[in-house]
């Protein structure tokens, strides 16, 4: 059973800085693909960024330039790292895991960006 735990959110100034974690249960091999998804009230879930197995990146427009993505395999977690922060990121980010040809979740955590 695969398990994604995340970690790191919370309340924000705009401008701020939030890291977010995901620690999965399994071992990250180099063939699968991470990545951030977030969803705001009212809105679907949208992609933020997503880390393949060969180290490629790529980021959803509102987010590049301010927003970093990375793992640590030998921790089996990845990373987001979101800098400017702005209200309207204020959203749940979810971390996804895409492991030998399913896709799993985690539960989630909230960020919030506001003065």
């Known amino acids: 059973q695969v398990q994604l735990v995340e970690s790191g959110g919370g309340l924000v100034q705009p401008g701020g800085s939030l890291r977010l974690s995901c620690a999965a249960s399994?071992?990250?091999?180099?063939?699968?693909?991470m990545g951030w998804y977030r969803q705001a009230p009212g809105k679907q879930r949208e992609l933020v960024a997503i880390?393949?197995?060969?180290?490629?990146?790529n980021y959803a427009d509102p987010v590049k330039g301010r927003f970093a993505i990375s793992r640590d395999g030998a921790k089996n977690t990845w990373y987001l790292q979101m800098n400017s922060l702005k209200p309207e990121d204020t959203a749940v980010y979810y971390c996804?895991?895409?492991?030998?040809?399913?896709?799993?979740w985690g539960k989630g955590t909230l960020v919030t960006v506001s003065s």
């Open positions: 996804k895991l895409f492991y030998y040809g399913t896709h799993y």
């Open positions: 399994v071992s990250i091999f180099r063939d699968n693909t």
């Open positions: 880390i393949t197995g060969s180290g490629t990146t």
